[in-house]
Protein backbone atom coordinates (compact mmCIF):
# COMPACT_ATOMS: atom_id res chain seq x y z
CA UNK A 1 0.00 0.00 0.00
CA UNK A 2 1.49 2.98 -1.46
CA UNK A 3 -0.79 5.61 0.64
CA UNK A 4 -2.83 5.79 3.41
CA UNK A 5 -5.78 8.33 4.59
CA UNK A 6 -6.47 8.78 8.36
CA UNK A 7 -8.10 11.36 10.39
CA UNK A 8 -5.19 12.81 12.09
CA UNK A 9 -2.27 11.13 9.32
CA UNK A 10 -1.73 10.39 6.10
CA UNK A 11 1.27 9.49 4.06
CA UNK A 12 2.13 8.90 0.38
CA UNK A 13 5.11 6.74 -1.12
CA UNK A 14 5.95 8.74 -4.70
CA UNK A 15 9.52 8.23 -6.30
CA UNK A 16 10.93 7.00 -3.45
CA UNK A 17 9.95 9.33 -1.26
CA UNK A 18 7.51 8.75 1.61
CA UNK A 19 5.37 11.89 3.03
CA UNK A 20 3.99 11.98 6.17
CA UNK A 21 1.06 14.96 6.64
CA UNK A 22 -0.20 15.50 9.85
CA UNK A 23 -3.28 17.72 9.87
CA UNK A 24 -4.87 17.50 12.93
CA UNK A 25 -6.37 20.42 13.83
CA UNK A 26 -5.61 22.67 15.85
CA UNK A 27 -2.03 21.68 15.48
CA UNK A 28 -1.37 18.46 15.06
CA UNK A 29 -2.10 17.40 19.05
CA UNK A 30 -0.88 14.25 20.06
CA UNK A 31 -3.29 11.94 21.36
CA UNK A 32 -4.88 8.60 21.71
CA UNK A 33 -6.11 8.94 17.92
CA UNK A 34 -3.12 10.14 16.01
CA UNK A 35 -0.84 7.41 18.03
CA UNK A 36 -3.05 4.94 16.65
CA UNK A 37 -2.38 6.44 13.46
CA UNK A 38 1.25 6.38 14.00
CA UNK A 39 1.28 3.09 15.25
CA UNK A 40 0.06 2.00 11.64
CA UNK A 41 2.42 3.86 9.64
CA UNK A 42 5.24 2.69 11.86
CA UNK A 43 3.84 -0.65 10.88
CA UNK A 44 3.68 -0.15 7.08
CA UNK A 45 7.50 1.58 7.23
CA UNK A 46 8.49 -1.70 7.60
CA UNK A 47 8.08 -2.48 4.29
CA UNK A 48 7.72 0.52 2.84
CA UNK A 49 11.50 1.06 3.93
CA UNK A 50 12.26 -1.24 1.01
CA UNK A 51 10.82 1.25 -1.67
CA UNK A 52 11.85 4.06 -0.20
CA UNK A 53 15.16 6.23 0.51
CA UNK A 54 13.51 9.16 2.33
CA UNK A 55 10.55 10.16 4.59
CA UNK A 56 9.32 13.77 4.89
CA UNK A 57 7.22 14.38 8.14
CA UNK A 58 5.48 17.62 7.56
CA UNK A 59 2.26 19.75 9.13
CA UNK A 60 -0.48 21.00 6.34
CA UNK A 61 -1.84 23.21 9.14
CA UNK A 62 -1.17 26.60 8.67
CA UNK A 63 -0.98 26.58 12.72
CA UNK A 64 2.26 24.91 12.80
CA UNK A 65 4.22 21.35 12.88
CA UNK A 66 3.10 20.17 15.96
CA UNK A 67 2.03 21.60 19.41
CA UNK A 68 3.21 18.74 21.31
CA UNK A 69 1.73 16.47 23.39
CA UNK A 70 -2.95 16.07 23.88
CA UNK A 71 -2.87 17.39 27.16
CA UNK A 72 -6.75 17.69 26.91
CA UNK A 73 -6.92 14.39 26.53
CA UNK A 74 -4.54 13.82 28.57
CA UNK A 75 -6.21 16.15 31.44
CA UNK A 76 -9.76 14.39 31.13
CA UNK A 77 -8.74 10.60 31.07
CA UNK A 78 -6.94 11.08 34.00
CA UNK A 79 -9.17 12.51 35.61
CA UNK A 80 -12.17 9.94 34.95
CA UNK A 81 -9.69 7.06 36.43
CA UNK A 82 -7.71 6.25 39.86
CA UNK A 83 -4.50 7.38 40.13
CA UNK A 84 -2.77 4.15 39.51
CA UNK A 85 -4.83 3.68 36.65
CA UNK A 86 -3.84 7.12 35.20
CA UNK A 87 -0.23 6.68 35.77
CA UNK A 88 -0.28 3.07 34.14
CA UNK A 89 -2.40 4.61 31.47
CA UNK A 90 0.54 6.93 30.56
CA UNK A 91 3.02 4.62 30.72
CA UNK A 92 1.42 2.79 28.04
CA UNK A 93 1.00 5.82 25.64
CA UNK A 94 4.77 6.66 26.81
CA UNK A 95 5.65 3.11 25.45
CA UNK A 96 3.44 2.75 22.55
CA UNK A 97 5.02 6.77 21.66
CA UNK A 98 8.75 5.46 22.43
CA UNK A 99 8.26 1.70 20.25
CA UNK A 100 6.93 4.75 17.54
CA UNK A 101 9.39 6.87 17.44
CA UNK A 102 12.19 4.37 18.16
CA UNK A 103 11.36 2.68 14.97
CA UNK A 104 11.41 6.18 12.68
CA UNK A 105 14.26 6.79 14.52
CA UNK A 106 16.06 3.97 13.71
CA UNK A 107 14.27 3.61 10.11
CA UNK A 108 16.69 2.25 7.37
CA UNK A 109 16.28 5.65 5.34
CA UNK A 110 16.54 9.72 5.60
CA UNK A 111 14.08 11.02 7.29
CA UNK A 112 13.39 14.71 7.23
CA UNK A 113 11.17 16.93 9.49
CA UNK A 114 9.89 19.79 7.86
CA UNK A 115 9.18 22.29 9.92
CA UNK A 116 6.93 25.53 10.09
CA UNK A 117 5.11 27.60 13.00
CA UNK A 118 5.59 25.36 16.49
CA UNK A 119 7.37 22.82 17.13
CA UNK A 120 6.59 22.63 20.97
CA UNK A 121 6.94 19.48 23.67
CA UNK A 122 5.99 16.45 21.96
CA UNK A 123 6.21 18.00 18.35
CA UNK A 124 9.92 19.18 19.17
CA UNK A 125 10.12 15.74 19.89
CA UNK A 126 8.99 14.15 16.86
CA UNK A 127 10.99 16.57 14.69
CA UNK A 128 14.04 15.45 16.64
CA UNK A 129 13.67 12.02 15.71
CA UNK A 130 14.61 12.44 12.39
CA UNK A 131 17.87 12.73 10.89
CA UNK A 132 17.09 16.62 9.32
CA UNK A 133 15.33 19.19 10.44
CA UNK A 134 14.41 21.64 7.57
CA UNK A 135 12.67 24.49 9.09
CA UNK A 136 11.16 27.76 7.74
CA UNK A 137 12.28 31.33 9.43
CA UNK A 138 9.33 31.60 11.78
CA UNK A 139 9.97 27.82 13.17
CA UNK A 140 9.64 27.59 16.90
CA UNK A 141 11.07 24.99 18.98
CA UNK A 142 10.24 25.00 23.00
CA UNK A 143 10.10 22.00 25.66
CA UNK A 144 7.28 23.94 27.61
CA UNK A 145 7.00 20.59 30.14
CA UNK A 146 8.54 21.83 32.78
CA UNK A 147 5.65 24.00 33.55
CA UNK A 148 3.54 21.25 34.23
CA UNK A 149 5.92 19.55 36.25
CA UNK A 150 6.93 16.91 33.97
CA UNK A 151 9.67 15.99 31.80
CA UNK A 152 9.61 15.92 27.71
CA UNK A 153 8.13 12.14 27.46
CA UNK A 154 8.27 11.20 23.92
CA UNK A 155 12.75 10.89 24.16
CA UNK A 156 13.40 14.40 23.64
CA UNK A 157 15.84 15.03 26.33
CA UNK A 158 18.08 11.82 25.25
CA UNK A 159 17.10 12.47 20.97
CA UNK A 160 18.55 16.56 22.03
CA UNK A 161 21.55 15.38 23.96
CA UNK A 162 22.51 12.98 21.23
CA UNK A 163 22.03 15.48 18.58
CA UNK A 164 23.50 18.59 19.68
CA UNK A 165 26.71 18.15 17.44
CA UNK A 166 26.11 14.98 15.35
CA UNK A 167 22.68 16.32 13.80
CA UNK A 168 24.88 18.99 11.69
CA UNK A 169 27.44 16.07 10.39
CA UNK A 170 24.00 14.40 9.00
CA UNK A 171 23.23 17.47 7.21
CA UNK A 172 26.45 17.24 5.59
CA UNK A 173 27.06 14.16 5.29
CA UNK A 174 23.16 13.44 3.68
CA UNK A 175 22.50 16.53 1.44
CA UNK A 176 26.45 17.29 0.81
CA UNK A 177 26.20 20.67 0.64
CA UNK A 178 28.64 23.47 2.41
CA UNK A 179 28.69 25.38 5.37
CA UNK A 180 30.74 28.59 5.41
CA UNK A 181 32.42 28.97 9.03
CA UNK A 182 30.21 31.37 10.47
CA UNK A 183 27.49 28.56 9.84
CA UNK A 184 30.09 25.83 11.57
CA UNK A 185 30.62 28.04 14.36
CA UNK A 186 26.55 28.85 15.22
CA UNK A 187 26.14 24.91 14.83
CA UNK A 188 29.05 24.25 17.56
CA UNK A 189 31.23 22.28 15.05
CA UNK A 190 33.99 25.01 14.61
CA UNK A 191 34.91 26.02 18.18
CA UNK A 192 37.48 28.09 17.85
CA UNK A 193 37.95 30.67 14.14
CA UNK A 194 41.30 32.23 13.93
CA UNK A 195 43.12 34.95 11.57
CA UNK A 196 44.27 34.16 8.31
CA UNK A 197 47.63 32.35 8.49
CA UNK A 198 47.48 31.03 12.15
CA UNK A 199 45.27 28.14 12.05
CA UNK A 200 48.52 26.08 11.84
CA UNK A 201 49.70 27.47 15.20
CA UNK A 202 46.16 26.97 17.06
CA UNK A 203 45.99 23.75 15.42
CA UNK A 204 49.51 22.68 16.69
CA UNK A 205 48.36 23.71 20.19
CA UNK A 206 45.18 21.70 20.50
CA UNK A 207 46.61 18.75 19.06
CA UNK A 208 49.34 19.02 22.08
CA UNK A 209 46.61 19.73 24.67
CA UNK A 210 44.85 16.47 23.20
CA UNK A 211 48.11 14.39 23.53
CA UNK A 212 48.01 15.07 27.29
CA UNK A 213 44.57 12.58 27.51
CA UNK A 214 45.26 8.98 27.29
CA UNK A 215 44.10 7.20 24.28
CA UNK A 216 42.04 4.51 25.38
CA UNK A 217 39.81 7.04 27.68
CA UNK A 218 39.54 9.59 24.74
CA UNK A 219 38.01 6.80 22.51
CA UNK A 220 35.68 5.88 25.03
CA UNK A 221 34.38 8.97 25.50
CA UNK A 222 34.18 8.93 21.60
CA UNK A 223 31.96 6.12 21.79
CA UNK A 224 30.04 7.47 24.60
CA UNK A 225 28.39 10.30 23.17
CA UNK A 226 27.12 8.08 19.78
CA UNK A 227 25.26 5.30 20.74
CA UNK A 228 21.21 5.67 20.58
CA UNK A 229 20.23 6.18 23.62
CA UNK A 230 17.59 3.36 24.47
CA UNK A 231 18.66 2.73 28.13
CA UNK A 232 18.12 7.21 28.71
CA UNK A 233 14.69 6.85 26.57
CA UNK A 234 13.34 3.63 28.73
CA UNK A 235 14.48 6.42 32.18
CA UNK A 236 12.39 8.86 31.05
CA UNK A 237 9.64 7.27 30.57
CA UNK A 238 10.39 6.06 34.35
CA UNK A 239 10.88 9.42 35.44
CA UNK A 240 8.16 11.10 33.59
CA UNK A 241 5.46 8.34 35.47
CA UNK A 242 7.36 9.16 39.21
CA UNK A 243 6.56 12.89 38.38
CA UNK A 244 3.36 12.24 37.13
CA UNK A 245 2.40 11.02 39.89
CA UNK A 246 2.32 14.14 42.04
CA UNK A 247 -0.54 16.22 42.70
CA UNK A 248 1.38 19.69 41.08
CA UNK A 249 0.82 17.78 37.95
CA UNK A 250 -2.75 17.23 37.99
CA UNK A 251 -2.84 20.84 39.17
CA UNK A 252 -0.47 22.05 35.76
CA UNK A 253 -2.82 19.99 33.77
CA UNK A 254 -5.91 21.58 34.87
CA UNK A 255 -4.38 25.19 34.62
CA UNK A 256 -3.41 24.94 31.24
CA UNK A 257 -6.97 23.28 30.03
CA UNK A 258 -8.59 26.06 31.44
CA UNK A 259 -6.31 28.63 30.90
CA UNK A 260 -7.47 31.26 28.26
CA UNK A 261 -3.67 33.29 28.68
CA UNK A 262 -2.16 34.00 25.25
CA UNK A 263 1.07 32.00 26.49
CA UNK A 264 -0.42 28.77 28.17
CA UNK A 265 2.68 26.92 27.77
CA UNK A 266 4.28 29.66 30.33
CA UNK A 267 4.47 29.01 34.03
CA UNK B 1 16.75 53.44 16.56
CA UNK B 2 14.28 55.44 18.63
CA UNK B 3 12.20 54.29 20.71
CA UNK B 4 9.36 55.84 19.01
CA UNK B 5 10.40 54.65 15.80
CA UNK B 6 10.19 50.95 17.26
CA UNK B 7 7.28 51.69 18.27
CA UNK B 8 5.59 52.91 14.80
CA UNK B 9 7.38 49.45 13.79
CA UNK B 10 5.66 47.38 15.97
CA UNK B 11 2.50 48.86 14.81
CA UNK B 12 2.69 49.17 11.49
CA UNK B 13 4.10 45.33 11.22
CA UNK B 14 1.09 43.99 13.57
CA UNK B 15 -1.07 46.17 11.04
CA UNK B 16 0.09 44.41 7.90
CA UNK B 17 0.90 40.75 9.17
CA UNK B 18 -2.56 40.78 10.75
CA UNK B 19 -4.04 42.82 8.13
CA UNK B 20 -5.46 45.33 10.44
CA UNK B 21 -5.82 49.14 9.17
CA UNK B 22 -2.85 50.49 10.23
CA UNK B 23 -4.93 53.98 11.61
CA UNK B 24 -7.07 51.05 14.04
CA UNK B 25 -3.80 50.79 16.21
CA UNK B 26 -2.88 52.92 19.10
CA UNK B 27 0.31 52.41 21.42
CA UNK B 28 -1.72 51.72 24.48
CA UNK B 29 -4.44 49.23 22.94
CA UNK B 30 -4.42 46.09 24.15
CA UNK B 31 -3.07 43.60 21.10
CA UNK B 32 -4.66 40.66 21.84
CA UNK B 33 -7.88 41.94 21.81
CA UNK B 34 -7.24 44.74 19.21
CA UNK B 35 -5.32 42.12 16.88
CA UNK B 36 -7.86 39.43 17.88
CA UNK B 37 -4.91 36.65 18.00
CA UNK B 38 -4.75 33.47 20.03
CA UNK B 39 -1.97 31.77 21.83
CA UNK B 40 -0.27 30.60 18.48
CA UNK B 41 -0.59 33.40 16.70
CA UNK B 42 1.16 35.39 19.76
CA UNK B 43 3.92 33.36 19.30
CA UNK B 44 4.02 33.94 15.44
CA UNK B 45 4.13 37.82 16.69
CA UNK B 46 6.58 37.36 18.67
CA UNK B 47 8.56 35.56 16.24
CA UNK B 48 8.36 37.88 13.19
CA UNK B 49 9.37 40.95 15.69
CA UNK B 50 12.49 39.46 16.80
CA UNK B 51 13.17 38.88 13.03
CA UNK B 52 12.12 42.29 12.08
CA UNK B 53 14.35 43.80 14.95
CA UNK B 54 17.18 40.98 14.64
CA UNK B 55 16.75 40.55 18.44
CA UNK B 56 16.15 37.55 20.56
CA UNK B 57 13.23 37.97 22.95
CA UNK B 58 12.34 35.12 25.27
CA UNK B 59 9.01 34.16 25.46
CA UNK B 60 9.23 34.87 29.42
CA UNK B 61 9.59 38.74 28.62
CA UNK B 62 6.21 38.90 26.96
CA UNK B 63 4.63 37.49 29.93
CA UNK B 64 1.93 40.07 31.61
CA UNK B 65 2.98 42.46 28.27
CA UNK B 66 -0.66 43.44 26.65
CA UNK B 67 -0.32 46.69 25.10
CA UNK B 68 2.05 47.50 22.29
CA UNK B 69 3.81 50.63 24.08
CA UNK B 70 4.93 48.53 27.12
CA UNK B 71 6.09 45.67 24.22
CA UNK B 72 8.09 48.56 22.68
CA UNK B 73 9.90 49.42 25.82
CA UNK B 74 10.66 45.28 25.77
CA UNK B 75 11.80 45.27 22.65
CA UNK B 76 13.82 48.82 22.84
CA UNK B 77 15.68 46.99 25.92
CA UNK B 78 17.14 44.60 23.24
CA UNK B 79 18.41 47.07 20.21
Known sequence: MNHSQGDSLSWDLKDGVIELALHRAPCNELGSLTLDEFEKFANALKNLAHEAHALIIHSTLSSGFCAGADLRELYHRSQQMAKGEAIKGVREFLERTHRVLNAIDAAPLTTIAAVHGVAFGGGFELALVCDLIIADKMARFCFPELRLGLIPGFGGIPRLKRDLGNSVVRDLLLTGRSFNVTKMQSVGLVSQVVAEGEVLKLARATAAQIGKFDRHTAIAAKQFIKPIPYEELRREIDIFCELFSRPSVEAGLRKFVESTDAQPYLP | ?79
Open chain 2, 1 to 79: MPPDQTLEEILSLAASHFKVPREKLSPDDDFFKTLGIDSLQTLDLLTRLEHHFQIELPDYELQGVSDFRTLATRIQARL
